[in-house]
């Protein structure tokens, strides 16, 4: 009886369109198509990431001509802000030499810890899940990420 009551449950919520971690792939999707936009009107060309509650990737895109590198990147910020549920540019003034957090930019097999990360709350305010963007300044990088973070 059990089994069948959580099977059902999962089957409703994996219909109408829930993820078990907080963002559906759907979800993601809307997120990236807003940042993208954003990026398009900043004439950047971005690396965008989408992590679950879990710190999972969701979704991830590469706007043509954007940076090799910055794909990693933009994982890593999204998984720094989720990690710690705040901006990651927060997180590196933190960071900086005679901070309380120096140094952690080496913990969890490695940080970013300058703008792009930005956490992803639901209507109720709780943490869902986290967006990384890398591919131009950090300034840029850090409004794709809010334009995308906005985007429910």
Not at 41 to 64: E, P, Q, W, Y
Not at 76 to 93: C, P, Q
Request: with cysteine; charged share 20%; glycine share 12%.
């Amino acid at each position: 009886m059990k089994k069948t009551v959580l099977l059902v449950l999962f089957t409703i919520c994996s219909y109408v369109g829930f993820s078990q971690n907080g963002i559906s792939l759907e979800q993601a999707e809307k997120m990236i198509a807003v940042a993208k936009e954003k990026a398009i009107s900043l004439d950047t060309k971005m690396n965008i990431s989408i992590v679950d509650a879990g710190a999972n990737l969701v979704a991830f895109v590469r706007m043509d001509g954007a940076w090799l590198g910055s794909a990693d990147i933009s994982l890593k910020k999204a998984k720094t802000a989720r990690f710690f549920d705040m901006n990651t540019g927060v997180i590196g003034s933190l960071s900086q030499p005679g901070g309380a957090l120096y140094n952690i930019e080496h913990s969890n097999g490695g940080l970013i810890t300058f703008p792009g990360g930005v956490p992803i709350k639901n209507e109720a305010g709780e943490v869902i899940g986290a967006i990384g963007v890398s591919g131009s300044s950090v300034e840029n990088d850090h409004a794709v990420a809010e334009a995308g973070a906005s985007a429910k």
